[in-house]
């Protein structure tokens, strides 16, 4: 028998491999439920969503926005040095509207930052990657999104890559507002200048400007002189 058959210097193992063969499974991992390999889409030239946005064909290019027809998604893709770190897919019919890749360090991004020229003129910077895509759509490109409201100490330094003239541009409702204030503290530590946009003609955000001509800029220096306060110019 088996026992009878080993030494007490033998490696058990090998002996019991030969006398009970076992094959070896390996286990695939299991896809990231909310993974979609961005690069293989269609672009979403003359998506009629995008062009109810305002949102230009030659932005579309420019971005390389794709079109998820399973999904029945917006997919925008999110770009750093040339590498693909995520996508936001604003879904157009179903809940929930955005969903992020899964993963996304947002830490590490401005969107879109490949595409922003460093200036002196300001850096204006929105929540989302619709106000950039807007206000692309009519020239204006000196605007990066942060993907979401509190800026992150990484979002900082990619900042101070740009400009040092920062012109924040808060949602027209007090939690926009709020965040604003929160940036302002955070961003005048590291000795940016500050100022303030709203979204023309009553728009909420950028995303829903139909023009950008009565766009307006406050210096937070003047505004403090003056004791004007931020919720007065949101009309919040």
């Known amino acids: 028998g088996f026992l009878k058959a080993i030494r007490p210097d033998q490696d058990l193992f090998p002996r019991y491999v030969a006398m009970f063969p076992m094959t070896l499974r390996y286990e695939e991992p299991?896809?990231?439920?909310?993974?979609?390999?961005?690069?293989a889409l269609p672009l979403a030239s003359g998506n009629e969503y995008l062009s109810f946005r305002g949102i230009s064909d030659t932005t579309v290019e420019e971005f390389q926005i794709k079109y998820h027809r399973p999904f029945d998604s917006i997919v925008v893709p999110l770009y750093m040095n040339s590498q693909l770190?995520?996508?936001?897919?604003?879904?157009?019919?179903?809940n929930p509207k955005y969903l992020n890749s899964v993963?996304?360090?947002?830490d590490g991004?401005?969107?879109?930052?490949?595409?922003?020229?460093?200036?002196?003129?300001?850096?204006?910077?929105v929540e989302g990657?619709?106000?950039?895509?807007?206000?692309?759509?009519?020239?204006?490109?000196n605007v990066v999104a942060t993907l979401g409201g509190a800026i992150s100490p990484g979002q900082v330094k990619l900042l101070g890559r740009?400009?040092?003239?920062?012109?924040?541009?808060?949602?027209?409702?007090?939690?926009?507002?709020?965040?604003a204030d929160r940036n302002t503290q955070l961003l005048q530590k590291f000795g940016f200048n500050i100022f303030y946009t709203f979204?023309?003609?009553?728009?909420?955000?950028?995303?829903d400007v139909k023009s950008f001509k009565n766009m307006k800029t406050h210096s937070f220096f003047k505004m403090a002189a003056l004791r004007q306060d931020l919720k007065v110019l949101a009309n919040v």
Do not use: H, M, Q
């Open 30 to 39: 299991e896809p990231k439920k909310d993974e979609i390999d961005v690069e």
């Open 85 to 94: 770190k995520g996508y936001v897919r604003r879904n157009i019919r179903s």
């Open 103 to 106: 993963n996304l360090d947002r």
């Open 109 to 125: 991004l401005l969107f879109p930052f490949d595409l922003v020229e460093p200036t002196d003129d300001g850096i204006i910077v």
């Open 129 to 141: 990657v619709f106000d950039v895509l807007n206000a692309y759509s009519k020239g204006i490109r």
């Open 162 to 179: 740009l400009s040092r003239n920062i012109i924040l541009c808060p949602d027209r409702d007090v939690s926009g507002v709020r965040i």
């Open 199 to 207: 979204a023309p003609d009553g728009a909420k955000d950028f995303g």
